[in-house]
C-alpha cells in the first residue's frame, strides 16, 4: 500500500498564495514508481477535476483555469509533490486531492483531500 498525505490548505483572501505539499510513504522505494502525479480538485456540488499533473521526469500539465498561477513540482528525494498555488481566486476554493499512479501496483492511490477557501 501507498500512502499518500496532504497539508498546506486553508483560508487565504483572494490574491493570496498557499502551497500544498502532497508526501508519499509506504510500499515504495522511491517516488518515482508513483508516476505520473498529480492534484485534482473538487468544488461543492461539481465533479473532480484535474489541477496539475508532473512526471518523475518533471514534465508538467495545467488545467486552463490555473495556468500561469499554479506551479506544481517535486522532489524525488523527499517523496513529496507540491502545488504552489498564486493569484488564487474564490473560484479556486475547493478540496484538493493528490493523486498517484504506482507503476508496479498498477494503481491510482489518492491522498484524503486538504480543503483550500479562498474569500473575497
Known amino acids: 500500500q501507498v500512502q499518500l498525505v496532504e497539508s498546506g490548505g486553508g483560508l487565504v483572501q483572494a490574491g493570496g498564495s498557499l502551497r500544498l505539499s502532497c508526501e508519499a510513504s509506504?510500499?515504495?522505494?522511491?517516488?518515482?514508481?508513483?508516476?505520473?502525479m498529480a492534484w485534482y480538485r473538487q468544488a461543492p456540488g461539481k465533479q473532480r477535476e484535474l489541477v496539475a499533473s508532473i512526471t518523475s521526469g518533471g514534465s508538467t500539465n495545467y488545467a486552463d483555469s490555473v495556468k500561469g498561477r499554479f506551479t506544481i513540482s517535486r522532489d524525488n528525494a523527499k517523496n513529496t509533490v507540491w502545488l504552489q498555488m498564486n493569484s488564487l481566486k474564490p473560484e479556486d476554493t475547493a478540496d484538493y486531492y493528490c493523486?498517484?499512479?504506482?507503476?508496479?501496483?498498477?494503481?491510482?492511490?489518492w491522498g484524503q483531500g486538504t480543503q483550500v477557501t479562498v474569500s473575497t
Open positions: 493523486k498517484g499512479f504506482h507503476i508496479f501496483d498498477g494503481r491510482d492511490y
Open positions: 509506504g510500499r515504495i522505494f522511491s517516488i518515482d514508481q508513483i508516476n505520473p
